[in-house]
């Protein structure tokens, strides 16, 4: 039986992705693993925000950057304002989509695409 999945989002600056995920985006690290404590990177950490988890690593074996990650909210236009609100840069502002979502989507500094999503109802075809 699945029970969750957690995405590894790669980012070349650990230091950098905490403040943007934390600071920015409102997640809270959970744990950060780095094996010489003396170099911010290579790193490895998870971070939360209510019931969205993503695992953070600057270890070179651990993906590319580029990466997608779709997150689904409860109220899509309320994060837009609060990350709007604290200087968030938004590539795409929330759109109703007419398979029944509205998104926006954003990208970090190692043009990792977070994309948040709520359900709507959908809307029948004329």
């Not at 590894?8 to 992705?17: P, T």
Request: charged share 25%; aromatic share 10%; net charge negative.
């Amino acid at each position: 039986m699945f029970q969750k999945t957690i995405p590894v989002i790669h980012v070349s600056d650990s230091l950098s992705a905490e403040d943007f995920y934390c600071k920015g985006l409102g997640f809270n690290r959970q744990f950060s693993y780095r094996p010489d404590n003396t170099t911010n990177d290579p790193c490895y950490m998870g971070v939360i925000r209510d019931g969205a988890e993503l695992h953070l690593s600057s270890f070179p074996s651990d993906g590319v950057a580029g990466a997608a990650v779709y997150v689904f909210v409860d109220d899509v236009d309320a994060l837009h304002a609060e990350l709007v609100a604290k200087g968030v840069p938004i590539d795409t502002p929330p759109v109703t989509h007419t398979w029944g979502t509205r998104e926006m989507f954003l990208r970090d500094a190692d043009r990792n695409r977070i994309q948040f999503a709520q359900r709507r109802p959908v809307s029948a075809e004329p």
